[in-house]
């Protein structure tokens, strides 16, 4: 009974590369939800998916960010081009139902751009 | 946009001591969520308020929701090292059915001195 998996734990990218981040949700499961957290921050909503669909993206910066959800295989969020202000934890969570309830999330992606 | 802030960012106890920490939104909420995050961890659920005025409690955990949806706030009673952390509120709104992302607060770290 595996729980939200994400993965890279830790990722490290040059300035300029791209980053990509794998977030498997719960089995049943098909909302997902991405979270950015600076160091010292709280979590900022980004973006929320169901299969397929983006639900809700405003919180994500419309240059060089893109997520996906396809129906095979898990969420991914996409940077394009890392810059150093891209260095923070990323998490996401799954939920059974569209309703905000109780969100497991996962251990995180740390990315730290050089 | 909505907003939530907590107070105080930071607080540091001695062990035994009791700790609250207040969450307020800018908006009225349809639930209030409270998350635990430790060092280095990812945030975990602890509990949810729906009811305006609710009151629960989970061991030395209480947990409140204001009259007015707009508030919360967590008590803990005589701290232990194993409750520190950074706790989260978080809420969200309904709209007419419509699904609707968790904002989070922006979390008081709690350090707990034996």
């Known amino acids: 009974n595996a729980g939200v998996m994400q993965n890279p734990r830790h990722l490290v990218r040059r300035r300029g590369q791209e980053a990509r981040l794998r977030c498997s949700p719960m089995?049943?499961?098909?909302?997902v939800y991405w979270y950015r957290q600076l160091p010292e921050e709280g979590l900022k909503f980004m973006v929320y998916l169901q299969k397929e669909n983006i639900i809700d993206e405003s919180g994500m910066p419309k240059e060089r960010f893109s997520a996906e959800f396809p129906k095979e295989g898990p969420s991914i969020l996409r940077i394009q081009q890392v810059v150093r202000g891209d260095s923070a934890a990323y998490f996401c969570?799954?939920?059974?139902?569209?309703?905000?309830?109780?969100?497991?999330f996962g251990s995180g992606t740390r990315l730290t751009v050089v | 946009g909505q907003q939530v802030m907590q107070i105080p960012q930071y607080q540091h106890v001695q062990e035994g001591e009791d700790f609250t920490t207040y969450c307020n939104s800018s908006t009225t909420l349809s639930n209030i969520q409270w998350y635990k995050q430790r060092p280095g961890g990812h945030p975990v659920f602890l509990i949810q308020l729906v009811k305006s005025g609710e009151v629960k409690k989970q061991k030395r955990l209480t947990f409140q929701f204001g009259e007015a949806k707009k508030n919360s706030s967590l008590h803990i009673t005589a701290t232990q090292t194993t409750d520190v952390g950074t706790y989260f509120c978080?809420?969200?709104?309904?709209?007419?059915?419509?699904?609707?992302?968790?904002?989070f607060g922006t979390g008081t770290l709690l350090a707990v001195q034996p």
């Open positions: 969570a799954s939920s059974q139902t569209g309703v905000a309830y109780g969100y497991t």
């Open positions: 978080a809420g969200s709104r309904s709209r007419g059915g419509a699904t609707n992302k968790l904002i």
């Open positions: 089995k049943g499961h098909s909302h």
